[in-house]
Structures are given as C-alpha cells and as structure tokens.
C-alpha cells in the first residue's frame, strides 16, 4: 500500500474464487479511484442505501484489469479527484508522484467505466446523490432498504 490509504487489500471483500459465490439478487457495482477519491466513504453510502457495492482498489495494481478479474462488478464507478484536493483530504502524501502513478494503474479502469465522477467539488452526500442518479440512467434501481431514512454521508 502507499501509505495514504485506509484499505488494507487491494481487494477488500473480493475473492479470486468468487466465481463460486451465489447468483446475486442485485447488480454488483465496483468503485475506484485515488487515494483519497472517495472509495470508502462511496461503497459504505451506497451499501446503506442497499446496493451492492464494493471499493476496488486497483490503484495499488500493475494487473491493469484486477477491477474486472477479482471483483466481477455489473458496473464500475470511477471517482476522480485532483492532487491538491487529495493532498487536503489526506493531509499528506507519502511521496512525490503517488498520484499519478496510481491514475496510470487506473486508466484501463477509467477508460471502461460505466460511471466517472469528479468528486473536487462536490460533498460526500453530492457524490452519493450523482452516483445514484448515474445508476438510475443505467436502469439500476435503488433497492428498497426497509424504509430507512437517508442520513447524512461521514465526511
């Protein structure tokens, strides 16, 4: 890992024997991005809302195509972020050149997404809020969760 981020795998909750997994109910939506692009603070917003949704963190990967290989998502949300508002997210960045390092790892990834969002101006709620409009346009509806209100995105 770099340093900056917070996940410890470059594959959190996918496996390379997911192959075996049950038939899933709902379309599985992979995220990636930066360091600091907003992965986390995405999935954890989306799965409280019912998706299925998994951080993919390829930017740590030489494989240019682990976001398809391990995570098997129906659709991958790729989240952009500029160097200086990752340098105030993080508040530091391990060395010089992180960042573009990692959108070079990332470029198949972006160059196949179904969804790209430039999080620089937007708040965690805004994001979720685009996503899941992205998602409506794909005719990926938001799943029922019970009737749980939408509280605010930690951010």
Known sequence: MCGACTSSSP???????EAAEPRRSHPLI???G???AGKSTLVA???RDGYQARQ???EHSYVPDLWRRFSRADVLIYLEASDAVVQRRLGSLPFPGLLQSQRER???AREHANIRIDTDPLTPEQVLDK???QLGLLGIAKPATGG?????VPG
Do not use: F, K, M, T
């Not at 594959?11 to 024997?17: E, F, K, M, N, V």
């Not at 749980?148 to 605010?152: H, L, V």
């Open 11 to 17: 594959w959190p909750d996918a496996h390379p024997d």
């Open 30 to 32: 992979g995220v990636v």
């Open 34 to 36: 930066v360091c600091g």
């Open 45 to 47: 917003a989306l799965r």
């Open 56 to 58: 993919i963190n390829q």
């Open 106 to 108: 990332l470029s198949h």
């Open 131 to 133: 996503a899941e409009a």
């Open 148 to 152: 749980e209100p939408r509280r605010p």
